[in-house]
């Protein structure tokens, strides 16, 4: 029987605990957001947290209450609330202006010399969250009684918000050993280590934690930190499906629903489109980089080695935001990549957050309704920039390799125009419904219609792809009507949902690679 795998950290507290793993960093329940507010929203959601807080220091011991005034001072701090109303009188949301206040402060206290200020960090954070929680009205939950706590950090009010009469430990990736939370583990004898580096540990397995020697126990075939997966590249990726004269061919599936990820097997397939406006339900959602990161991690620990792409949100249209309401009214035709670079802000916490779940796997990044050149180099500079951030605040990360949906009929047209593209994923959807301006969800019949144009004009944009990889990831791919002329067209990946996946393996062993029936078929 394999032994269990002991990984060295830093002590924090003293003391041996054992229990099931809680994780920090797994995805809860989409937010629903308060009436969207200015100002005022912000205010009240201030009072909230300091009426939180003030109920958390009822009865606790001197240290604790030092650590809750001092974040109640913050709170109060005019600076903070200075900074963040200029944030929003430049037209920054609420809840965005709220987030870059703070994770500014939080950023400067990251990169400070001193391990005492690096600590504070997590203070701050924790006031960050607790207000982001009063506005969206989803207060942080409590975690059950005799866990071992798995994360980066542990917010101070979370630990005094917790029952450790029952046991339980904390085991951090970072963290610090002269933070409010290791004072508080010490007086209260809950056993603590910082500094493991992440670790992969399932919700619930069994974790122990020695404070005394400064060791993380895992189960047999625990494993610390994944390694860095290469760059996706179809073209390299293993293929088992060929047509009947011999071509490979990979079908990846569609993921719309973060309740789909448990059912992807990494056997099977690897996923060529996660839509993750579906994961993003709220202002409040889009401005959450942890609850972000989460959801994208656990789909790239779900494929394994398989290649995913996750597009960046597609909002706007027919896509509405709850939250931006106002914008989307002033601008109704503003929508996928136009809309992030409008509102950078939301842009810049995805990006992070898929900058930092690219180490859990083969991430690539698919930029949503992309029409000039400009755009994917202009995204391509905002990812830039925050991963010089993240690698200023030694927060692990990769640059994955971008590339575009090509769903604009005019960048179809000129895709030999797109040069700083990693890689072309074809939406049929958008693509057939523009070329024939018809409605979204128009009639089948036209569609159909308009289905011999959509492969013309798919098999000239596949020439003009100048050897880099192609996909398509809309309808047309998982319905084998079409199978033979996009074979034609020179598709050699396609992304499906995934019950129309069987369907179109067994259609694809059937023809060659031009489309024709095999002989005998």
Known sequence: MAEPLRLKAKSASPGIASGPAFLAEKPGAAATPETAGGYGALEKAIDISIGELERLAEGADAES???????????????????????????????FAWVATLDAYIGELETADEEQMRARAIDILDIKNRVLGALAGTPVADFPPGSVF??????????????????????????????HVALLARAKSVPMVVGTGRFSVADRDPVGVDGDAGVVILKAGGMLIPPLAPAGDTKTESRELRTADGVPILVSININDPAEIDALDPATAGVGLMRSEFS????????????????????????????????MLDIGGDKPLAGLEDLQALEPGLRGIRLLLARPEIARVQARALLRAAVFGKLSVMLPMVTFPDEIDRMRELFREEAEKLGRRALLHRMPPIGMMVEVPSAALMLDTFGSAAFFSFGTNDLTQYLAASARDGDEADAGKAAPAVLRLIAQAVKLAGGR?????????????????????????????????????SAIIGLNADGTRAAGE
């Open 150 to 179: 798995v994360g980066k950090d542990m917010e101070p009010s979370r630990f005094l918000a917790h029952d450790w009469s029952k046991g339980g430990g904390i085991a951090l990736f970072a963290g610090s050993a002269a933070g």
């Open 469 to 505: 990889p192609v996909s398509i990831c809309g309808d047309m791919a998982g319905d084998p009507h079409y199978l033979p002329g996009l074979l034609a067209a020179g598709l050699r990946h396609f992304s499906v949902a995934p019950a129309r996946r069987p369907a179109i393996r």
């Open 65 to 95: 209450r030092d650590i809750i005034d001092f974040q109640i001072e913050v709170l109060r701090d005019p600076t903070i609330a200075e900074a963040t109303g200029a944030r929003m009188r430049a037209d920054e949301n609420v809840v």
């Open 280 to 311: 993003v339900t709220s202002i409040a959602d889009a401005a959450n980089e942890e609850r972000q990161l989460a959801i994208y991690r656990r789909v790239l620990e779900q494929a394994g080695e398989k290649p995913v792409i996750i597009r």
